[in-house]
């Protein structure tokens, strides 16, 4: 499977934030079907002395259709987040997109209602900066 173009850089600024990469990429199976999320990372949280564990999948938006590429990064999403919830609840998911993807495309009301409606998580990242500006629950 073909990494994202981001691959790397959404990596390293996972690691500067502190995140333990733990799978790359993390492998699923439900029944039959096999997935593969970008990233699977860990981080200690010392006030729980527990570990927050997620999945990220990571999207680049470069097609000149921004709507094109938001219709496979939302069914990804919600696929992947299916199969987590059954096989691996304890992992949120994330979407990581690039910061002027947000900027511009996730400002529209329809990708902003489309993010509310299915409760897409992201994580906003700086491709040149290699760091992520905004976490978005």
Partial sequence: MAKDRFHDVVKTALTKDKWIITQDPLGLKYGKVDFQIDLGAEKLLAAERANEKIAVEIKSFLNPSAITDFYAALGQFLSYRLALETI????????????ESYQTFFQLDFTQTAIQKYQVLLIVYDP?????TQWIN
């Fill in 88 to 99: 691996d609840p304890e992992r949120t998911l994330y979407l990581a997109v690039p910061l």
């Fill in 128 to 132: 040149v900066q290699e760091i992520i």
